[in-house]
């Protein structure tokens, strides 16, 4: 195998886990998106620390009028893509 397709298949991996992962979340949470409040809960880390990460350049919100929310898969895969740094 060679790089292209190592490349392909950890692509493939990730965005199979990230998918499961989103539809386990969404189910939960009954949302498609997550707020502060929702994030707070999932990663058990303060409300100071929520708001910081949706207010960074790395993290994958979308503003919705004065709020920032965070799609369920763009989570899944942000949060995975951080598990493997």
């Known amino acids: 195998m060679n790089y292209t397709q190592d490349f392909l298949n950890i ?3 990730l965005g199979v886990a990230a998918a499961i992962e ?7 949470y009954n949302k498609d998106f997550l707020d ?20 960074s350049e790395v993290f994958p919100t979308v503003e919705i009028g004065n709020r920032k929310v965070v799609s369920v898969i763009a989570f899944a895969m942000w949060s995975l893509t951080q598990k493997q740094n």
């Open 36 to 55: 502060c409040e929702d994030l707070v809960k999932i990663m058990g880390v303060g409300r100071n620390n929520i708001r910081q990460l949706l207010n």
């Open 22 to 28: 989103a539809r386990r979340i969404a189910e939960k």
């Open 11 to 13: 692509n493939s991996e």
